[in-house]
């Protein structure tokens, strides 16, 4: 089993944020991108520096890069649940993107810039757990710039078995995912197949912390477990409520129907074991 879990902000900043493991990094940027855009080599803008983390431990860890054609990338792992996060990857784009320029410096020396946010929880009203946003014409598609590409890779909505991995991003996310619970020597052949992905799971499970780093990292994880088990609590009863209101909604739909065939309101509080109060309610509520 991986020592270190990838959807904790800390350990993706280290594991993909490594001038070390760059590889990694761009095997996963190649799995979001179209098979066109595929990148050989980048440059790390914000490499993790465990001289820089400690003396700004609450500092967005995402991770910053240009590749060799010029292209920006903005990658984070996100945890916890965030109001706004659409506003919140729009805002970091324009950052990105509007910080290339330098006093002096034309426009056209704008390059593209791609935001890639991972996400432990659902933000879209979409069924995928991938999807891309760019700057489009309403009626005819057409692009304006492909300047603004930004991805949502929510984990949440990724369910596949094994047997159903299929593309790079598939694996990835499989191992974004569930890393955590695999062990380095027991690696399932449709991950194995993507050497990096081997080499990820192999690193966080040998990488080493320093006692600062492993304090920050297991409050984080903390952080992370208690976001996933309010989250479940939260579904459940959500989910308790849904059935009380439908037997709710069911015993109202009958004591209509015996209403309005005539039937008095003594004989239905007799049939159904409600109240005065609550029979009236519902006849008052119909006008019956």
Known sequence: MCRLNPRVDFAFKKLFGSEENKDILISFINSVLDEEEQIKDLVLKNPYNAKNFKND??????????DEKGVWYNIEMQITDQDYYDKRALYY???LYTGQLESGINYDKLEKTIVINVLNFNCLDEEEYHNVYQLLNRQSKEELIDHLEIHFIELEKYNKDLSEVQTALDRWTEFLKRADQYDKDQIPSQLAEVESIEKAIKVL?????????????????KWLRDEEMALKKAERKGMERGIERGI???IE???KSMLEKGIGV????????LDKESVNKIKE????
């Open 253 to 255: 739909k009958i004591v």
């Open 205 to 221: 499970d040998t990488i080493g912390l320093t006692k600062e780093e492993r304090e920050v990292y297991e409050a984080r994880l």
């Open 57 to 66: 431990k609450l500092s967005i860890l995402d991770v910053k890069a240009v």
């Open 285 to 288: 509520s119909y006008n019956i």
């Open 266 to 273: 003594e004989e239905i509080i007799q049939m159904t074991d």
């Open 248 to 250: 709710e909604k069911g």
């Open 93 to 95: 784009w324009a950052r």
